[in-house]
């Protein structure tokens, strides 16, 4: 079968097949090379600045790793499983998960980038791969009908709708448990296999990114249950390496995702998200799909900027996203003061750390208004402080990033994955962790981090009189 190779610094060579050529090829993908994978973690990691195109290459490539195993290579399923890992990111908009947050929450799209892909998919896709498949050499385009051939049998008259819609039908297998949705995302899935080498290698932290990738994918395989449903499952002498790399996404997520300077400036990228939500019109991009296709990181930063300049009269929230942009360009970030990890089992802590965090802002306030009125603080600081109270709550900004968990036997219950012995016999997580105790230890608490960031650096006022509640921050101007 024709195919190009694409060099990787994780799997060497990545093949690349006629269909897949096609939707590479196509501003959806190619788009992808203008988005940061980590954002914010730039600030502290500055090797980490590879693409949503890259990452989307990798799962594609763990997805067809999957699919050669489990389906083999010359079938349906290894065509359409490499597709839908080379598109699962095509909805994200500048910024990525910080887009998420505020913009496609605030307009409605309760599931995000997934929930827009679909749209974008449908409606642009199809065309673009059929203008290019239109101007290729002929020779190429033989070699595409084979291919369509080999995932649709007969060629219908609109055959790039047909694997259009079929990827699509991958992604909403993620509400009833589908195999083929949970090889390309599911908790073992290329996505999240790919997020951990990469990230890791290009973060400088490789040692977080132990992933052993062909040892896992040939230790999978599709049975049954007892009631007959088809599901992805797991033999169960990989479950230490299963582990293993669900203790490196956690190493990952504590370390690199959530660090704190990295969350502080993934914090700024939404607050310039949300300022520029009015003069760069998301609304509006995201019902022209033409112009949603132009928004990236850098059209956020030089749009925003080309506005600040060219106008006699800025707005407010020009003002103030300008602002930002020229923070972020000088690492001069908002400031960390208190941070307060804790952990539970059998509740979600995210329903207690926003009050948690409220509530430390609180003790803070009434403390200073205490000082203040009991003259416990010195002249020459008296009308800091006083300012700093009047301004509290411009200044102070609670952050609850993601819960973090180890393993959760929720998290493989909810995707229908299972274990299975060496007699094929499935096994749910909760019902293989009752089979060998020892791995409860692992499973079951979720640790969550509640922080309180500064827009501005007031630290230094604040510890003197000890406004800042006891933590293990520590205080530094080395940022």
């Known amino acids: ?86 598109l699962h990111d095509a909805g994200h908009g500048p910024f990525s998960h910080q887009f998420d947050d505020v913009v496609y ?57 047909e694997i259009v819609n079929k990827v699509n039908e991958i992604f909403t297998g993620e509400k009833f448990g589908d195999p083929l949705f949970n090889i390309v995302q599911g908790p073992l899935g290329a996505d999240r296999m790919d997020f951990v080498l990469r990230d890791a290698y290009f973060s400088g932290v490789k040692h977080y990114g132990t992933v052993p990738l062909d040892r896992i994918i040939r230790n999978s395989s599709i049975l049954k249950t007892p009631d007959g449903k088809s599901v992805l499952s797991y033999n169960v002498k990989v479950v230490d390496d299963i582990y293993t ?15 704190k300077t990295s969350r502080a400036a993934d914090m700024m990228i939404q607050e310039l998200l949300r300022k520029s939500m009015s003069f760069l019109d ?35 929230e020009l003002k103030e996203a300008h602002e930002i942009i020229q923070r972020l360009k000088s690492r001069n970030l908002w400031k960390l003061v208190v941070e307060i990890p804790f952990s539970t089992t059998g509740i979600d802590p995210s329903t207690v750390s926003k009050s948690l965090g409220e509530e430390k802002l609180e003790e803070m306030k009434k403390k200073m208004k205490s000082y203040l009125e009991t003259n416990k603080v010195a002249d020459e600081d008296k009308k800091e402080v006083e300012r700093v109270l009047k301004d ?72 003197k009189y000890g406004f800042i509640p006891e933590s293990n921050t520590q205080l530094t101007t080395r940022w």
């Open 392 to 463: 509290f709550d411009k200044i102070f900004v609670v952050d609850t990033p993601y819960k973090l968990t180890l393993v959760h036997p929720d998290e493989f219950l909810s995707n229908s994955v299972y274990i299975n012995d060496k007699e094929k016999k499935v096994m749910t997580f909760e019902e293989f962790e009752k089979a060998y105790p020892t791995y409860k230890l692992m499973s079951g608490n979720m640790l969550q981090l509640v922080r309180i960031y500064a827009k501005e650096d007031v630290r230094t006022i604040m510890m």
């Open 1 to 86: 079968m024709y195919h190009k190779v694409s060099r990787d610094p994780l799997y060497s060579e990545i093949f690349l097949y006629p269909l897949e050529i096609l939707a590479i090829d196509s501003p959806i993908v190619q788009r992808l090379r203008m988005l940061s994978q980590l954002a914010g973690a730039q600030v502290s990691y500055p090797s980490a600045t590879h693409t949503r195109f890259s990452h989307s290459l990798g799962v594609m490539h763990v997805s067809g790793l999957y699919a050669s195993h489990l389906f083999g290579e010359n079938t349906p399923q290894f065509r359409l499983c490499r597709l839908a890992g080379l």
């Open 282 to 316: 998301f609304k509006k991009s995201l019902s022209n799909l033409d112009e949603f296709l132009q928004l990236t990181d850098d059209y956020v930063i030089e749009r925003t900027e080309m506005l600040f300049y060219q106008s006699e009269k800025p707005s407010k």
């Open 245 to 259: 790399v669900l203790f490196g996404r956690f190493m990952m997520y504590k370390n690199v995702y959530f660090h």
């Open 105 to 161: 929450s605030s307009l409605g799209y309760e599931e995000g980038h997934d929930q827009f892909r679909e749209h974008l998919l449908l409606e642009k896709l199809p065309k673009y791969m059929k203008e290019k498949y239109a101007h290729s050499p002929k020779m190429f385009q033989k070699h595409v009908m084979e291919d369509l051939e080999m995932v649709l049998g007969k060629v219908p008259k609109k055959p790039f709708e």
